[in-house]
């Protein structure tokens, strides 16, 4: 029959229709819940070297935490972005071992698993005080070393510790001038003590930190904690202040995140234990950019961030009353609004070298100028 080819034909394509897909299907294995070797992606930016492989659905749906500085700097590491550290600047009056007690001193907002080394030279302590002829001293340089860690448990909790040393170099008038007894009568020379230096411990220092919120699309977060200085000092012979008082110091921190650039800052206030004549309240904020980051996992020189810091710290009491003991030495605690110049240099992507210059702009200015150099280590 001359339809007879065609039917033959008809018949085999609708088979042919039929049974591959089946075949194919079966080949894929996509039906099969239990692969026979299930081998985890490797995050993607892993740092171990390895070529990483991306899992098709994380391309699909990006995590929740997602770095908006990642897209700026070509990485595809979904941690949260790091901010340098606060530089600083605060120094109480005449170096006393209240100097180590801010929190916004070579601190982040974030917790963090570092150890650390912090360096700070102030100049000239106090001049409109030395500049007196009737005082012993006529120049005080304060050398501030301070060794400290933090370790976090957890996302969201961590625990830090420092101990400062002072090393007080007070160069000596030669001759000073007492009041007379007898009114009216000329000022009485008296021969200064010779050039004093000292190194002593200050008060160590504890803080407790914890992340309160933290949204990593929208490039914030936002912390809380407190710290509280031990009463260790160990000499007061320039130092009048109290070092024999504990003082708790609470205080929130944030972090703001956008493209290349980074806001930080922290607020706390002083709350002596034993009394209230030492309540200051601090108001610290931090801007800056990286410059230069490099995400290669072998690099040694890895970023670069220049930052300006404003540092503004009042007595809550007013000026000239914060503490009596600074009012019996003639060291009013004034207010203070202190500008940091300086930037951090990081390496190895877990170690960082910040340095700075601060410098007061408040009258009496408590100091000439500060320099200080900062060393941590991410672990």
Not at 88 to 115: C, H, Q
Request: aromatic letters at 14%; proline letters at 11%.
């Amino acid at each position: 029959m001359p339809g007879l080819p065609i039917l033959r034909i008809g018949t085999l394509l609708i088979l042919t229709v039929s049974i591959v897909p089946g075949t194919l299907a079966a080949q894929d294995g996509s039906d099969d819940v239990t692969p026979s070797l299930d081998v985890p992606p490797i995050r993607a930016g892993s740092r171990s070297g390895r070529t990483a492989t991306v899992d098709p659905a994380s391309e699909a749906c990006p995590p929740i935490a997602v770095s908006p500085v990642a897209p700026i700097l070509n990485s595809p590491r979904v941690d949260p972005p790091f901010v340098p550290y606060m530089l600083g600047d605060f120094i109480g009056p005449l170096a006393n071992p209240m100097t180590d007690i801010k929190v916004g001193v070579g601190e982040s907002p974030r917790p963090l698993d570092r150890v650390f080394y912090r360096f700070n030279f102030y100049s000239n302590l106090e001049p409109s005080h030395f500049q007196d002829v009737s005082t012993p001293y006529k120049r005080v340089n304060l050398f501030l070393n301070t060794f400290g860690f933090e370790k976090t448990f957890g996302e969201w909790f961590s625990l830090g510790f420092r101990m400062p040393i002072n090393s007080i170099q007070a160069l000596s008038r030669g001759t000073y001038y007492v009041q007379n007894p007898i009114p009216g009568g000329p000022a009485i020379p008296r021969p200064a003590p010779p050039t004093y230096n000292s190194t002593i411990f200050g008060n160590m220092n504890g803080i407790v930190k914890f992340k309160l919120v933290e949204d990593l699309n929208q490039g914030y977060m936002i912390s809380g904690g407190a710290s509280l200085s031990f009463p260790t000092a160990s000499n007061q012979t320039i130092d009048p202040g109290p070092s024999t008082a504990s003082i708790l110091q609470p205080f929130l921190g944030y972090i703001v995140t956008r493209d290349r650039f980074f806001l930080q800052g922290f607020s706390s206030f002083t709350l002596p234990l034993v009394t209230v004549q030492s309540m200051i309240m601090f108001q610290d904020i931090g801007f800056g950019f990286w410059a230069y980051r490099s995400d290669s996992p072998s690099a040694f020189f890895t970023g670069f961030a220049p930052t300006f810091e404003a540092h503004l710290n009042v007595p809550l009491q007013g000026p000239q009353r914060a503490a009596w003991v600074f009012e019996q030495a003639g060291l009013p605690f004034n207010t203070q609004f202190n500008l940091t110049f300086g930037g951090t240099f990081e390496f190895w992507h877990r170690a960082t070298l910040g340095m700075g210059l601060v410098v007061p702009t408040v009258g009496p200015i408590p100091f000439d100028c500060e320099f200080l150099a900062q060393l941590n280590v991410r672990f």
